[in-house]
């Protein structure tokens, strides 16, 4: 896995969302296999007043506290701050804070195998030095909504001081 050191602007996003800790997700009754699915059952990357459908964010903020706290994910796309889009009841708005990140790239391979090994190293990573981590904001970027097995390059970032 390649990391390297980032400076990202503010990032606005429409999406889909729920609040999760990661101990619920490593457990059989985790809640991100079906936020995943109400993503690809909608139509949000069509919709009037989004940007481009790619690429795809899956933003992990308002933590509790730590990674052993609770915490939202947003699974959407990227909105200008001019766009009249309306979030509803199914529909949430985040911002990816403008901040500095430490960047993973997780191996080419199937996304559910990948993302969550990518993960694991992440999580061993901070485990060496946890007051790097701010907490305000990560995500993983998919180059593509599509989610080709084989060939996409997912980048994980993570906020840190």
């Given at each position: 896995?390649?990391?390297?050191?980032?400076?990202?602007?503010?990032?606005r996003?429409?999406?889909?969302?729920?609040?999760?800790?990661?101990?619920?997700?490593?457990?059989?009754?985790?809640?991100?296999?079906?936020?995943?699915d109400?993503?690809?059952?909608?139509?949000l990357a069509s919709?009037a007043?989004?940007?481009?459908?790619?690429p795809?964010?899956?933003?992990?903020?308002?933590?509790?506290?730590?990674a052993?706290?609770?915490y939202t994910?947003v699974?959407?796309?990227e909105?200008s701050?001019?766009?009249?889009?309306q979030p509803?009841?199914?529909l949430?708005?985040?911002?990816?804070?403008?901040?500095?990140?430490?960047?993973?790239?997780?191996?080419?391979?199937?996304?559910?195998?990948v993302?969550?090994?990518?993960?694991?190293?992440?999580?061993a990573?901070?485990?060496?030095?946890?007051?790097?981590?701010?907490?305000?904001?990560d995500?993983?970027l998919?180059?593509?909504?599509?989610l080709?097995?084989?060939?996409?390059?997912?980048?994980?970032?993570?906020?840190?001081?």
């Open positions: 896995m390649s990391i390297y050191t980032v400076e990202k602007p503010e990032i996003l429409v999406g889909v969302s729920v609040r999760t800790t990661n101990q619920v997700e490593l457990g059989p009754n985790g809640l991100l296999p079906g936020l995943w109400t993503y690809f059952g909608s139509s919709r007043g989004m940007g481009s459908s790619e795809l964010y899956s933003l992990y903020t308002d933590y509790e506290s730590d052993s706290g609770a994910v699974i959407g796309h909105v701050e001019e766009a009249a889009f509803d009841d199914k949430s708005y985040a911002v990816i804070p403008a901040s500095k990140y430490l960047v993973f790239t997780a191996e080419k391979g199937p996304v559910n195998e993302v969550p090994e990518a993960w694991r190293e992440i999580w990573y901070f485990e060496k030095s946890p007051e790097l981590r701010t907490y305000t904001g995500y993983e998919y180059p593509s909504r599509n080709d097995p084989g060939a996409n390059e997912v980048q994980i970032y993570i906020a840190v001081k």
